[in-house]
């Protein structure tokens, strides 16, 4: 979960019922024991559904109508602040709970999975880095930034698009996370906050929270020091100039057909600044503003009947001790199941849209298959872990090795075994044991030329695409290439070559050379293993006085017009012979 964060906040362990949200990560009986984190998940989600339909009144003891209709669906939830870029970090709440989700339905269960946008949020500060509907990253300067630069304090759905292509900033930002869940097909309903105040969803709980208002001080005074005699737990849109206010003179709920209050539109703190108000003094009605976040997380629990909601670790000492106080002894309702997930980091660094260290889900789809990028989600979110570009091919390495102790074509202890018979249905469309994988830096191998045949030739010839393997297994299979070929030139690595197979690039060599590399040509035409050609290299150098460095400089001006290369003897021995012995000998 990621959404605003009220300012004044204090530590605080909450009601004395307060649920630890690593509960899950903690638990260690055997009875709990699953090979797949989000089966435990379920069964908490179960027992929480099941309590709900059987409660009763705990004062008089009589039974009471059940709180959840038998036919009514769990719901899992999950909700982002529209600032900055939606990079991959923030797809991790998307896909804990897909994967609850999947486990439910699988048990029979009918799950919807809603996200909120939590637009109505003002904006504070201003991005760096914004991407357009592409996934490309732009920096502020290269869009309208005076569509945000004039609207500091506004909410995200009333802030102009500084693309010019949606209605506004919030909507922009929520159809990337929309295209980002639709990439890995994951079925989200993505709800705007700002609608559901448009809308009238959330007036009632608005309304209540301001009938008890003296409680929710109570309530939150333990969470926030900026709690007074005069606070109201709600932030009116100042009609005059658009912006968030935080100060409201006086309520009157019998007014209108729910209620208004009176407000002066103030600064607002927002970190290092100050967001100066307007002054105005007005009235707005209660679908004209929105609650504060910490008391608009539980309202959304119970709006939209929320049974469970993965956050990350921020909220787990921040809002969620806060939230279920809120919604237990404000509200009078239970909050979902929680789960704390460890945010994870990228190329060893912190997400960070200021600082560019950012990755979309539609770029990292450019580098790898959506169900590797799936298989990354599945691991346990109790533990960090680093998202490398760098060494993408260890992650890919991993998901294949999953695929093959799923098929049972490699030994595997029982852990890893249970793992993967649990887990590979879920991250594949399909599971077909006829399918092809060509390894990762193979593929980057292949990628070095933009023969479709060629590639294919190698990669049977190399015994990784089997003779009767169906068209479909190898279209498959070579789609990887490209991909592969993406990461390597993204990461400039040593794989980031071209193969000049068209005509041969300029070079002068001298005798010695020339004669060197015929006797190459001849050797590997006789028919070596790359290891073999890679010492014979260094051995036709020594014989002919020429330099090792500059006899491979040779080939590598060859066969990519460049100074360096991949290791060139195995990747001579990859590419088809006939080819490879003409170019050395420069008929061709």
Same mark, same amino acid.
């Given at each position: 979960m990621s959404s605003e964060q009220d300012d004044g906040t204090t530590d605080s362990e909450g009601a004395p019922d307060a649920e630890s949200p690593y509960t899950l990560q903690r638990e260690d009986g055997d009875d709990a024991r699953h090979a797949f984190w989000a089966d435990a998940v379920a069964d908490r989600v179960e027992a929480r559904v099941a309590d709900q339909r059987e409660a009763t009144d705990s004062t008089s003891g009589e039974e009471r109508p059940a709180s959840r209709e038998p036919d009514q669906p769990i719901v899992i939830k999950g909700g982002i602040s529209p600032s900055g870029v939606p990079h991959l970090g923030n797809v991790n709440?998307?896909?804990? /709970?897909?994967? !609850? =989700?999947?486990?439910?339905?699988?048990?029979?269960?009918?799950?919807?999975?809603?996200?909120?946008?939590? *637009?109505?949020? @003002?904006?504070?500060?201003?991005?760096?880095?914004?991407?357009?509907?592409?996934?490309?990253?732009?920096?502020?300067?290269? !869009?309208?930034?005076?569509?945000?630069?004039?609207?500091?304090?506004? @909410?995200?759905?009333?802030? @102009?698009?500084?693309?010019?292509?949606?209605?506004?900033?919030?909507?922009?930002?929520?159809?990337?996370?929309?295209?980002? =869940?639709?990439?890995?097909?994951? @079925?989200?309903d993505l709800l705007s906050d700002t609608d559901l105040y448009e809308s009238g969803d959330l007036e009632a709980v608005t309304r209540y929270v301001l009938e008890h208002q003296d409680r929710a001080r109570e309530v939150l005074a333990e969470y926030q020091d900026k709690v007074d005699a005069d606070y109201v737990p709600f932030n009116p849109i100042c009609e005059e100039c658009g912006k968030i206010t935080e100060t409201v003179t006086s309520v009157d709920l019998d007014a209108g057909d729910a209620g208004t209050v009176d407000y002066e539109c103030t600064d607002m703190d927002a970190g290092d600044r100050t967001i100066e108000g307007c002054g105005h003094e007005g009235t707005a009605t209660l679908r004209e503003g929105k609650l504060p976040w910490r008391f608009e997380w539980p309202a959304q629990w119970q709006v939209l009947g929320v049974d469970f909601e993965p956050f990350g670790k921020d909220h787990a000492e921040g809002s969620w001790p806060s939230g279920q106080d809120v919604a237990r002894n404000v509200l009078g309702i239970e909050p979902p199941v929680p789960m704390v997930y460890e945010w994870f980091t990228l190329d060893g660094e912190p997400f960070s849209s200021s600082e560019g260290n950012v990755i979309l889900v539609s770029e990292v789809l450019e580098l790898l298959e959506p169900e590797v990028l799936r298989y990354f989600f599945a691991k346990d979110p109790a533990k960090a872990r680093d998202f490398s570009i760098e060494r993408l091919d260890q992650l890919v390495d991993e998901?294949?090795?999953?695929?093959?102790?799923?098929?049972?074509?490699?030994? =595997?202890?029982?852990?890893?075994?249970?793992?993967?018979?649990?887990?590979?249905?879920?991250?594949?469309?399909?599971?077909?044991?006829?399918?092809?994988?060509?390894?990762?830096?193979?593929?980057?191998?292949? /990628?070095?030329? *933009?023969?479709?045949?060629?590639?294919?030739?190698?990669?049977?010839?190399?015994?990784?695409i089997p003779e009767d393997a169906p068209e479909w297994a190898v279209e498959g299979a070579l789609d990887r290439v490209e991909k592969a070929r993406n990461w390597a030139r993204r990461t400039e690595n040593e794989f980031d070559y071209e193969l000049k197979r068209t005509e041969i690039p300029d070079h002068d060599f001298d005798s010695a050379t020339e004669d060197a590399l015929a006797e190459l040509a001849d050797f590997i035409e006789a028919g070596h293993e790359p290891d073999e050609i890679q010492g014979e290299i260094y051995e036709t150098a020594k014989r002919h006085d020429v330099d090792v460095g500059d006899f491979f400089a040779a080939g590598y001006r060859l066969f990519f017009d460049e100074e360096q290369g991949p290791k060139l003897g195995p990747f001579l021995a990859k590419v088809d012979r006939e080819f490879v012995v003409d170019r050395l000998r420069r008929e061709r």
């Open positions: 709440e998307i896909m804990r /709970g897909y994967y !609850v =989700a999947e486990v439910l339905r699988e048990r029979g269960h009918e799950v919807r999975q809603v996200f909120t946008a939590d *637009d109505r949020d @003002p904006l504070r500060k201003l991005p760096r880095t914004l991407c357009d509907l592409e996934g490309n990253l732009v920096d502020l300067g290269d !869009v309208d930034a005076g569509a945000l630069g004039r609207n500091l304090g506004v @909410p995200y759905t009333d802030i @102009p698009d500084p693309f010019g292509c949606c209605d506004s900033y919030g909507d922009h930002f929520a159809t990337i996370i929309q295209d980002s =869940a639709d990439a890995l097909d994951v @079925p989200i998901f294949d090795r999953l695929e093959a102790v799923y098929f049972g074509e490699i030994e =595997a202890d029982e852990d890893e075994q249970a793992f993967a018979d649990r887990v590979y249905p879920l991250v594949v469309e399909e599971p077909r044991a006829e399918r092809v994988r060509l390894p990762y830096t193979f593929a980057a191998v292949l /990628g070095m030329t *933009d023969d479709p045949d060629l590639r294919e030739e190698i990669a049977r010839r190399e015994g990784h």
